[in-house]
């Protein structure tokens, strides 16, 4: 197996000490903590060495506790100069060793310490302060002057010192941490057992290596590239409009031109233009999102409104009976946010454009859904028309080479219907991934009572689907909700086919 020298030098540091955070690791091995976090990364995956994580408490010295180190503690140094009188002393004299607040912790850590008597006046040392050791505490501080300490690697002792330092003010700070300790694995001491040479070795040529020619006679470093690398997380788009990009790039290529169109619209572009009777359940205000401001919406010229209501009250002049009811103004001009793209192009057809036409539309609708796994009340619709003297084949090649440009060879249509198109057909593609059709649109033609009041004499073709449907199918989710939640490890992790 193909070791690096770090890699190594961790080994034998492992075996030395059995177990071991990467700290004491770096102080036994003499690498850096990184080197040696590097080290241990590609020893776990090499299965030579096995990392625990463990939550701890850190012991350090706060801003006192570094005076007391260099100093000594109050009552050691009053300790100390008693020693020198004799071993007793006026309490006025500590003065001579002690600041301030100094003399009064000193006094009453030796009297806590039984290190001496206070009477009169005078402190005097009794037989344990005149033998003078230090105590558990005493130590506990100069440890620390190392570094800071795991609590749970010390002694019960160490514990019981440890309180009575942090009994005292600013001496010690704990903290919690999260720890790593290493251990090596059945295979990693077989491998240190039946020995680990140590040689200098080269793991990357430069140009100043190459040039001094010092990679002669040193081994050269291999690189195993079946091993992961490190992930690689850059920006990149929400997956939800890398789909979007895909369909406006997918009509732009098959000659397409993208429009736009307001979110609040009035019922006579959402509804009323498109032959939608004023009575039909769509209207309702539990589909519908209305508006109290605006709560009215301008209407286009006089004759545009006139044609419409003709077509809905007795068909006009399409050949058809129309609704036979008596249309209202006032319901037209209802102000909402629109529910399909479907008002968007007949907004651009109604302007008189003159064949061919070929425009398509990406943008949010809204309509008034309770919240599920698979509904939302804002979404995306993305629509299609095509004007000129075409046909029903031409636009069942235009659904199959659209859909193959989405990436679906099996495509295949069944009758259906919408208030506004006729025919009218439903798109259904093979999902290979779920293996199954799964409905992806609709689409249809114009229908005379939607056309001809707005002057248009040819055919229009017109197709589209929800995107969030298909961004649900590409990306394998059952919750659509989770399109729109900041989950960054989903994002992060999201591929669109």
């Known amino acids: 197996m193909e070791l690096s020298r770090n890699e190594k030098l961790v080994l034998r540091a492992l075996g030395e000490l059995q177990e071991a955070s990467p700290g004491e690791i770096a102080r036994r091995s003499g690498l850096g903590e990184s080197a040696v976090n590097r080290a241990l990364y590609w020893l776990v995956r090499k299965g030579l060495v096995e990392l625990e994580e463990r939550e701890d408490s850190a012991v350090s010295l706060d801003e006192e506790g570094r005076l007391y180190v260099e100093r000594g503690l109050p009552e050691r140094r009053a300790l100390e100069y008693l020693k020198r009188r004799g071993g007793e002393a006026e309490i006025s004299s500590l003065g001579e060793v002690l600041r301030g607040e100094e003399v009064r912790i000193a006094l009453g850590w030796l009297r806590r310490k039984n290190l001496a008597t206070i009477s009169k006046g005078r402190v005097v040392l009794t037989e ?17 002057r190392d570094g800071e300490l795991l609590v749970s690697r010390l002694s019960d ?15 010690v700070r704990v ?38 020619g010092s990679w002669r006679g040193k081994k050269l470093r291999g690189y195993d590239v079946t091993l992961p690398a490190p992930e690689v997380l850059p920006a990149k788009l929400h997956p939800l409009r890398i ?26 572009w959402n509804f009323d233009a498109l032959f939608v009777p004023q009575d039909h359940p769509a209207r309702e205000m539990q589909d519908t999102f209305y508006l109290e401001e605006p709560a009215r919406a301008e209407l286009p010229d006089r004759e545009t409104v006139e044609a419409v209501r003709r077509a809905h009250e007795c068909g006009g002049d399409t050949g058809s009976t129309g609704w036979r009811y008596s249309w209202s103004e006032e319901v037209a001009r209802t102000a909402l946010l629109r529910t399909h793209t479907t008002a968007t192009t007949i907004r651009y057809l109604a302007r008189r454009q003159k064949p061919p036409i070929k425009v398509f539309c990406v943008d949010r609708v809204f309509r008034k859904e309770r919240i599920t796994f698979k509904h939302l009340p804002e979404f995306h619709q993305v629509e299609g028309i095509v004007v000129g003297d075409v046909s029903f084949a031409d636009l069942l090649g235009l659904l199959r080479e659209f859909y193959s440009k989405m990436g679906f060879e099996r495509v295949r249509f069944r009758p259906g219907y919408f208030p506004y198109t006729e025919p009218s057909l439903e798109i259904e593609v093979f999902f290979q991934d779920r293996g199954k059709w799964l409905e992806l649109g609709g689409a249809g033609i114009f229908r005379p009572e939607v056309t001809e009041p707005l002057g248009i004499r040819h055919p229009v073709l017109a197709w589209g689907l929800g995107i969030e449907r298909l961004a649900m199918l590409r990306l394998g989710l059952e919750d659509i909700r989770r399109l729109y939640m900041s989950d960054i490890t989903w994002l992060r992790r999201a591929k669109v086919r």
């Not at 344990?128 to 620390?144: A, F, N, Q, V, Y």
């Not at 002792?157 to 001496?171: D, G, I, N, P």
């Not at 077989?190 to 040529?205: H, K, N, T, Y």
């Not at 895909?246 to 000659?255: A, K, T, V, Y």
Request: aromatic share 4%.
């Open 128 to 144: 344990e302060g005149r033998r003078g050791e230090p105590g558990e505490d005493e130590k506990l501080l100069e440890r620390l």
């Open 157 to 171: 002792a160490e514990r019981s010192a440890l309180e009575l330092l942090r009994s005292r003010q600013r001496v």
């Open 175 to 212: 903290e919690e941490r999260s720890t790593r300790r290493a251990r090596l694995t059945e295979e990693g001491r077989r491998l240190l057992s039946e020995g680990v040479e140590l040689e200098e070795e080269i793991s990357q040529l430069t140009h100043r290596v190459l040039r001094e």
């Open 243 to 268: 789909i979007m990009d895909e369909i406006r790039s997918i009509f732009l290529q098959m000659g397409f031109r993208e429009i736009s169109g307001p979110l609040v619209e009035s019922s006579f």
